[in-house]
């Protein structure tokens, strides 16, 4: 798989240690990379991490080069071996958080000068549960008085639209990032339709199934690993070995380099 879109036009463009304010966002980039190397070991991370490592991206220079492209791809691939994870696990709400559940949500009310911040894990109608005697009520409040506004998308659909805009990662990739995705998706309705309790440890419950059952289950899990992070840090190292090429040597390269 290719991850990079279009190497040599990029490369060509390349402002890594150009001048002083160059030279410390490169630094940061390896620190950045570094962190996530360390992350991508540790057993249990999550949403709240992962968040963390996007925004410390984003505090890196305003330049959307290939060092950007590459460390937002490798925070995506986390997050996809998070979420693959959870619905590996039966963890429905971790699923959902990262894949479905908007992490911010504000409620516009008619004549009220200033948002109300949905409650992540509610329901509207619990949270508005007073405006109204009957739950009847509160639906019919909703639906006259206010106006909801998706301030923040769930991270796995914000990653995947950053990717599409960056111009740097490829189709094939994002095509690839959409498969998994899906994947997600279907082995978390899978597992909710198959009434399995939320937090079943389904690789316990695994060693005492029936040979059908255990290669059907199986056959939905994700098992995601992270071979793609790895290679995409590889891929960094590269651009950083590469940042002294002059635009008249790329010319001479006889084959481009592996994007995986």
């Not at 390896?30 to 190397?37: D, F, P, R, S």
Request: hydrophobic share 40%; net charge neutral.
């Amino acid at each position: 798989m290719h991850v990079a879109e279009n190497f040599y036009r990029w490369l060509a463009g390349i402002r890594f240690l150009n001048g002083k304010r160059a030279k410390e966002d490169t630094r940061r980039f390896v620190k950045l990379n570094a962190l996530l190397e360390r992350d991508a070991h540790l057993s249990r991370f999550n949403e709240t991490l992962l968040e963390t490592r996007l925004n410390e991206l984003d505090g890196i220079g305003c330049v959307r080069d290939a060092a950007y492209g590459l460390t937002l791809a490798r925070i995506n691939e986390l997050t996809l071996l998070c979420a693959g994870n959870y619905a590996d696990h039966g963890e429905v709400q971790g699923v959902g958080d990262l894949l479905f559940n908007p992490r911010r949500i504000l409620v516009h009310i008619r004549g009220v000068p200033g948002p109300v911040v949905k409650e992540r894990h509610m329901a509207l109608t619990e949270q508005f549960a007073d405006v109204a005697a009957t739950r009847g009520g509160v639906v019919a409040w909703l639906r006259d008085e206010t106006v909801l506004e998706i301030e923040q998308q769930a991270l796995l659909p914000h990653l995947c639209d950053r990717l599409r805009e960056s111009g740097i990662v490829s189709l094939e990739y994002l095509d690839s990032v959409k498969d998994r995705m899906r994947k997600i998706a279907d082995s978390t309705s899978f597992f909710a339709s198959g009434h399995f309790p939320d937090g079943i440890d389904l690789h316990q419950w695994l060693q005492y199934a029936g040979t059908a059952d255990k290669k059907l289950v199986e056959s939905k899990l994700c098992r995601f690993d992270t071979k793609i992070f790895f290679e995409l840090g590889n891929d960094f190292q590269q651009v950083l070995q590469l940042k002294d090429m002059q635009p008249g040597f790329l010319g001479k390269m006889a084959t481009a380099p592996s994007f995986g």
